[in-house]
């Protein structure tokens, strides 16, 4: 019988140290995995693609899926076509909604290329997604499976508290030597998705995302503060008569926000008024649904559709999309990413005064709703890359705190109950990344804290 092989090698596959196209490649003991294969959002064509030439000709083993938003699972299809024999393994949440999200990418891809004249797109069509989606190996939480060409590695899935689906992985190469990657994770409870619940051993080399690590929290932040404050805010705009534009992802934040909108109205804490939502928002509304018995909540068996009454959008083209005032408008891009919902409705909000803007999550700093945070009230600001005009940002524009993610100082403890050897850095901005080594070497001082440079192999053992 051959010996295992004793190497364990790190290759980040994304093109920057940024929150992108994640996507990182892990040699443990012989056995190659792919750690997610997410798409850029702010970029075009193959420039949003990770680096997967730099997996080489032999097929990874076993590519993990962490969850199905996006910038994790996006080009999953490309990825299965050039490396046919590997086994794709996800929890059954995540294969339900990312067949859903990658169908959805092939729009907008589609419309992307007769708008924009990106000839690579689609990368993938929907018969080539469906043809994907067969060979998806889903696992639940806490069974500890092997995968590998000879079965050589142990892995087991973890409920990473961060979206319906969503895991942190643990594995284990045949020399006995334990690796474990977060994905996204967020450590306290949301409205309908419980927190992670992440083993607290030791392992040898841990591999953490860093979304928040240069942004600290309150001190005083309380989750039911911080919804109280959303409700007053939401109450104000409708009293004076504005129209209320809230961008959400159509994954996670759409649907923790839809219950606590209905919640607000029930209670009499804002007024019985319409809830605009639809897109692919209520797609995965309907899948939140079908799965609430079978997966991990906080309101187990809730279906928001029997419970919660909303206003579908007009299909573009069909009808015009108008921001009326004494309306909620829950809709997505969370970004407000050009073309979407959320885009064409801000332009129409932020002159006037009495209309809001209020943010609930993380914005991209270059992306619209970055530039909007940032932007001085008053000024004229431009959505569009290109074309378009300006808009005075006249609005009331508002931030909460419903992040999905952890906070910074709840990874480092996190990191530094695992005692790992070392710990790589990922998923994070350089400010952020900067700010994790700092202190997660502090508190693991002999341990090594790496944050690893795109497109370089790091020999970990």
């Not at 996204?184 to 841990?206: G, K, S």
Request: aromatic share 8%.
């Amino acid at each position: 019988m051959a010996r295992p092989v004793t190497m364990i090698s790190f290759t980040n596959l994304s093109r920057a140290s940024e929150i992108g196209s994640n996507s990182y490649l892990l040699d443990l003991d012989g056995v190659r995995v792919v750690l997610d294969c997410g798409m850029h959002p702010k970029k075009e064509g193959h420039d949003s693609k990770p680096d997967y030439g730099l997996i080489g000709a032999a097929d990874p083993d076993v590519i993990f899926v962490t969850h199905a938003h996006l910038d994790h699972i996006g080009t999953l299809p490309c990825l299965q076509d050039e490396y046919p024999a590997a086994e794709v393994v996800m929890t059954v949440g995540t294969a339900e909604i990312g067949e859903a999200m990658l169908h959805n990418s092939v729009n907008v891809m589609t419309s992307q290329r007769q708008e924009l004249g990106i000839v690579e797109y689609p990368f993938f069509t929907h018969p080539e997604v469906d043809h994907a989606a067969r060979s998806w190996m889903p696992r639940p939480y806490g069974e500890t499976f092997r995968v590998g060409r000879r079965n050589e590695m142990l892995a087991t899935l973890y409920d990473a508290g961060h979206i319906l689906g969503s895991c942190g992985v643990l594995m284990e190469g045949a020399t006995g030597r334990t690796v474990f990657y977060t994905g996204d994770v967020q450590f306290e409870p949301q409205t309908l998705i419980p927190p992670a619940d992440f083993p607290r051993e030791h392992v040898d080399i841990l591999i953490t995302e860093c979304t928040h690590g240069a942004t600290q929290r309150a001190a005083d932040y309380t989750r039911v503060r911080e919804l109280e404050r959303f409700a007053a805010a939401i109450r104000e705009v409708l009293a004076n008569d504005g129209a209320v534009l809230i961008p959400v992802f159509a994954l996670g934040k759409s649907q923790e926000l839809l219950y606590e909108i209905n919640r607000f109205k029930i209670a009499g804490m804002i007024p019985d008024v319409p809830v605009y939502f639809g897109g692919l928002s209520s797609k995965v509304t309907e899948l939140y649904d079908k799965l609430a018995d079978s997966t991990p909540r906080n309101l187990p068996g809730y279906r928001l559709r029997e419970h919660v009454e909303t206003h579908g959008l007009p299909k573009q083209g069909i009808a015009p999309l108008v921001a009326s005032p004494g309306n909620i408008y829950l809709v997505s891009s969370g970004m407000m990413s050009e073309h979407t919902v959320s885009h064409l409705l801000a332009e129409q909000v932020m002159p006037h005064p009495n209309d809001g803007i209020l943010f609930v999550g993380y914005s991209d700093p270059d992306s619209p709703a970055g530039k909007i945070k940032a932007a001085p009230h008053g000024e004229p600001l431009k959505l569009r890359a290109k074309g378009g005009q300006a808009y005075p940002l006249n609005c009331r524009v508002e931030s909460f705190d419903f992040s999905g993610h952890a906070t910074r100082d709840a990874l480092v403890e996190f990191a530094a109950s695992l005692t790992p050897k070392k710990v790589i850095l990922v998923h994070g901005d350089p400010p952020a990344l900067a700010w994790m080594q700092q202190h997660i070497q502090a508190a693991l001082p002999n341990a090594e804290v790496i944050i690893p440079e795109p497109g370089k192999a790091i020999r970990l053992g």
